[in-house]
Structures are given as C-alpha cells and as structure tokens.
C-alpha cells in the first residue's frame, strides 16, 4: 500500500510519516507540504492507495477542494482528513465528493491513525468486490464502490454508476442482500449508495452527481438514523478522543 501525507507543517508530516513507517502494510509514505504538489504527482501517473489530507491551508479549506479533484484524478484513493479545527469542518467534508475514510484531530494519535489507515485499507478490499447481475444476455461484475444508486421499475433494476448504467431483472430487495452495508434502501425503488449521498434535505436525497432521490415516509426514520450513523462513524476519532 502507497500512503501520501499532505499538510503545511513539517513536524506534522515527520510525525505521520514515521508512524506509517511502522505499520508492515505500508510499502511507502510519501509527503507533500502542499495539495498542488500532490495532485500534479497523481496526473504524473502516481498511485496511492489512501492519502492523509490537512483540511486547512491559509484559512481556507483547501484540503477539502484538492481531495474532490483527486478523487476525479483517482476514484481508488482513499481519503483520512485531519485538522485541528474539527468543529468548523465537520459539516462541510460532507457536502463534497470524496473518497472518504475518516477524519482525525490534531495532533494526531498513533493508535488512530492506525485504526483509520486499516479501516481504509479494508473499505478498499470490498471496493474491489462487485456485484454480478445479468445485463443484455451477458453476466457483468459491477464494482461497489462504481454504484450510485440501484432504481426499480416493474420487474427492472437499472443500476446507476459513475459511468453506466446497467438492467437486470431481479428484485430490488434480493439485490439489497448481495450488496455491503454502506447500501441502503430509502424507497421501494430505490437503494442509495451512502458513500455517494451529498446531503439529505427533507424527504428527499441528493446524490454527489446531482440525482435526487425520495425517501418514503415509511423509511424516513430509518434513512435518517442510518445515514447519521454512518457519519458519526467516519468521526470516530473524534469521539474516541473526548
């Protein structure tokens, strides 16, 4: 696995980097002192598996701009956010498109950024996995982490992805069972993927490629519950720490 560290002080990024070194997953940790320098070496045909993201540079919330076009220069790489501004972050890493693992406080603890580097790691081992249907006669592998949501008509279910679409004939809720817990189904129509959702605004959830999708009144409860649940626990580290 291939780590890069983004962040504009030093002794943060000698921390982290050492910390990584330690762990036998890690093959290499790299380190930029600014997103600029990271993006340019990813469209050099650099590959990292997960990349370590300050939030803040210059008062601004660049980390969070540079890890949206890095998850168009590599939809694979991972994102772990850190800050020491937990609080005025906390509601804006989720209103972007991103590859988001987890978010941690500075400084950073060491058992965390473990946790979090591991709970990457294996997010990305199910990422690989997909889900075979049969679409047009002939039997496709659709990878997980490539759906944005799954919509039901009749006896069809076309599956939204980043690129395609595909249809099947099968049924919405047998699908759901195949599918990893980040899924959900928030309508009889239509399960969402939760790691696509950019926001959710009343009875209705709006999707990072701007789809909007409804929530039934049966299942608003629970979309809600589930949904925050799964935030909380991209903070965990926040929770850990106080």
Request: hydrophobic residues 35%.
């Amino acid at each position: 696995m291939r780590i890069a560290v983004c962040d504009d002080e030093p002794l943060v990024l000698e921390y982290v980097k050492r910390a990584l070194d330690r762990l036998p997953e890690v093959d290499d940790c790299q380190v930029f002192s600014e997103p600029g320098g990271l993006l340019d070496a990813v469209r050099d045909g650099q590959r990292f598996g997960i990349v370590i993201m300050d939030i803040e540079w210059n008062g601004k919330e660049a980390g969070i701009t540079a890890a949206e076009q890095l998850g168009r220069l590599d939809a694979e790489a991972r994102i772990i956010y850190m800050t020491g501004y937990t609080r005025q972050y906390v509601q804006q890493i989720f209103l972007r498109p991103a590859n988001l693992s987890g978010f941690l406080m500075k400084p950073v603890d060491e058992a965390l950024l473990r946790e979090h580097v591991h709970k990457a790691m294996e997010e990305q081992e199910t990422a690989r996995k997909g889900l075979l249907v049969k679409s047009k006669s002939t039997m496709v592998t659709i990878r997980f982490d490539s759906i944005l949501y799954l919509e039901s008509a009749g006896h069809v279910v076309t599956i939204h992805t980043q690129t395609e679409n595909h249809s099947c004939y099968d049924r919405l809720e047998k699908l759901l069972e195949r599918l990893p817990e980040s899924f959900l189904q928030c309508h009889k129509s239509y399960i969402v993927n939760l790691n696509e959702i950019q926001r959710i605004e009343g009875n209705r959830i709006l999707m990072t490629n701007g789809t909007e999708i409804p929530i039934s009144k049966s299942r608003y409860g629970d979309t809600r519950s589930r949904y925050f649940r799964y935030m909380e626990g991209l903070l965990f580290s926040e929770g850990k720490k106080s």
